[in-house]
């Protein structure tokens, strides 16, 4: 039933194994393929044996599943845009898609704007602390463990720390905060990101509330992830065990943790953005912006960014074709377009080969945005963007302000 | 140029079914209001996008007036209404880049209220002129 939780394991010992916890994702992939629930099952695998380059990949035969298995926290694949831009939006195949929880937010977003059929889609999120970019995690392994980093065969993040774990076996944990005030550590919309648990997918799996069990701590935040998860405990897939008390506030406390650390990020980093002066923003942003080289890496990594048509484009006579940097339309309408939804992925500020730090203006500006529309993106499919919805309710509303 | 001698260029969007007609009785009526307006029609005030406010912003308008219908009133029913969560939207983005959020301004005003017309252009032009020239004009002007 949706609200439930357990902590579950798979059945399958290589699947147990191989997993980063009990194997859940994994076993519940392998038994929707198995029984022709879906056509095939979007997940990241790493390519090759290369731990800092993990990339989407579409399966279809059950054997393969098995190489998905497990978490890579130094890369951050883009699903939501994969899933679209690639997969047609599951409007003629279904999907069982796996993602973050920035991931499965994307594809709500895509929902809304009609980019991609919910129907078809199984979503399984995954808890989240936190991703690596993978040039920073190999600087973090070199220059803090002073360890190579083609050594490491598992990382993760836990109460605040960062762990590695070399080929022999030793395991070396430090201080995630002390990292990040010297620059290592998570990418910088991650530190900040309050959404750890993704209860908007079907079914949320993560470590949290399993007392370091070889299990997962599942909660079923659907209809039809309750009806998915019965079905594949009834086959022999997956087996639970109900979470106690003592488990679900275990969890609760984690994911507590996490999002006061948060907090404090979002204030240290927005803090110097919003207590400039006026002209100092001013001057501040459009240095920025002029080392934009115009290559449209954030237009083309933003999982909002939909239009099949975009005005930015040469031929629609807004950025003139040629000029570099572009002229100030150029961000301001890829901004302006994006912020009532911005999900603070930081795939555009991933993507920005000048350094511009658009995700931190952006997911600020919908922080704000979040104060007059009360809009949280990709929370739930129901409520639509703010700035482009209007409710029949604000016809007798007179003034030039709504107050929500 | 001289800072006493400033003369903001303001871009007015009202729409053809109130607001152009309130601007045209407050003609009409021979009303005094500042002419550092430029007024463009258009057919509904929903009409004005990011697009529109933005690029005025970025060719070298130092305030915009954008005018509609009251809500209700509207002749498309609620694009009005769209463009009210578009200016409150925009405000906040404005302000981050380091535009003043009072050089935009939405009023409604209607066929009927030419004086609110006048009234509206005489104080947003006194806004604009006591902020300055826009900082896109600024930096235009090497200041």
């Known amino acids: 039933m949706k609200g439930d939780m357990y902590l579950a394991w798979s059945s399958d010992s290589e699947i147990l194994n191989r997993s980063e916890n009990g194997g859940i994702v994994t076993s519940l992939l392998k038994f929707v393929l198995d029984t022709k629930r879906v056509d095939a099952v979007l997940a990241v695998k790493a390519r090759g044996d290369d731990r800092y380059d993990g990339g989407p990949v579409l399966i279809t035969d059950p054997s393969e599943l098995i190489e998905t298995a497990g978490s890579l926290h130094c890369s951050s694949p883009n699903i939501a845009r994969f899933l679209k831009e690639y997969l047609g939006g599951a409007f003629d195949m ?6 973050k929880p920035c991931d499965i937010r994307g594809t709500i977003e895509l929902v809304k704007r009609e980019q991609v059929n919910l129907d078809n889609l199984f979503l399984i999120g995954l808890n989240c602390s936190g991703t690596l970019s993978p040039v920073v995690a190999k600087r973090t392994i070199i220059e803090e463990f002073g360890v190579d980093p083609l050594n490491i065969i598992h990382e993760d993040i836990e109460d605040g720390n960062l762990i590695i774990m070399l080929k022999d076996g030793t395991e070396k944990t430090k201080d995630l905060k002390a990292l990040e005030e010297k620059g290592y550590g998570r990418r910088e919309n991650c530190r900040r990101c309050e959404i750890k648990i993704p209860t908007m997918a079907d079914i949320a799996c993560g470590k949290w509330g ?38 679900i506030k275990e969890r609760k406390e984690k994911e507590q943790e996490a999002i006061e650390s948060a907090l404090k990020w979002e204030k240290t980093d927005f803090a110097p953005l919003k207590n400039m002066a006026i002209e100092e923003k001013f001057d501040y942003w459009w240095g920025q912006f002029s080392q934009c080289i115009k290559c449209y890496g954030c237009r083309d990594a933003c999982p909002i960014c939909y239009c099949k048509d975009c005005i930015l484009e040469a031929d629609r006579g807004v950025v003139m074709p040629g000029e570099v940097p572009p002229n100030a339309m150029f961000p301001m309408i890829r901004i302006a377009h994006v912020m009532d939804s911005c999900l603070n992925c930081g795939q555009c500020q991933d993507a920005c080969p000048a350094g511009i730090p658009l995700t931190r203006l952006i997911f600020m500006l919908n922080k704000e945005l979040y104060g007059i529309f009360k809009y949280q993106p990709g929370v739930d499919v129901a409520s639509r963007p703010p700035l482009r919805s209007i409710t029949d309710e604000e016809l007798t509303i007179p003034g030039v302000e709504l107050v929500f | 140029m001289n800072e006493n001698k400033f003369e903001p260029k303001i871009v007015g969007f009202c729409c053809n079914w109130c607001s152009y007609a309130g601007a045209d009785l407050a003609g009409v009526g021979r009303l005094q209001y500042p002419p550092d307006i430029r007024v463009v029609r258009v057919m509904c005030s929903g009409r004005v996008s990011d697009l529109l406010i933005l690029n005025a912003f970025a060719i070298g308008a130092d305030g915009i007036l954008v005018a509609g219908c009251h809500p209700g009133d509207c002749h498309y029913l609620k694009g009005n209404l769209a463009a009210r969560r ?40 006194q806004t604009i002129k006591e902020l300055g020239p826009s900082p896109f004009n600024r930096r235009r002007n090497g200041h």
């Open chain 1, 94 to 99: 279904k999907l069982a898609v796996v993602g």
């Open chain 2, 86 to 125: 578009r200016v409150m939207g925009l405000k906040p983005f404005l302000e981050a880049i380091g535009i003043r959020p009072e050089r935009l301004r939405l009023e409604w005003i209607a066929a009927s209220e030419g004086p609110k017309f006048a009234e509206t252009v005489m104080s947003f032009t």
């Open chain 1, 210 to 247: 399993t007392s370091n069990k070889k299990a997962t701590f599942v909660e079923i935040c659907s209809d039809k992830g309750a009806e998915l998860f019965e079905e594949a405990i009834k086959a022999g897939y997956i087996a639970v065990e109900h979470a106690d008390d003592k488990a």
